[in-house]
């Protein structure tokens, strides 16, 4: 029996930083003459965060919130012991 839609606990890598700079309009993302440089694929404010992504709740809009690191018991279940 297949399952596809049975819930499982995996990571997820967010892009986690200011509303401006997702959406490419800081100032690391303007060239001199005032464009957006497609060479910048991110900006040094962005980070990435790892979380769960059975355990976070997206809204509606997309965005998440309530948001689990994928740390502690999540990167063990499931896992291999060594
Ligand atoms: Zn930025
Ligand atoms: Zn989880």
Known sequence: MTSS???THHPITLLVGGQ???DRECEEY???DGGNDPGVERCSHIREEIVCA???TM???GYWENTVPWTGPHA???G???
Do not use: Y
């Open 54 to 56: 059975q355990c976070s």
């Open 76 to 78: 063990t279940t499931g």
């Open 30 to 32: 303007a060239t001199e």
């Open 20 to 22: 401006e700079c997702l």
């Open 5 to 7: 839609d049975t819930p």
């Open 80 to 82: 291999v012991q060594r």
């Open 59 to 61: 809204t509606r809009e």
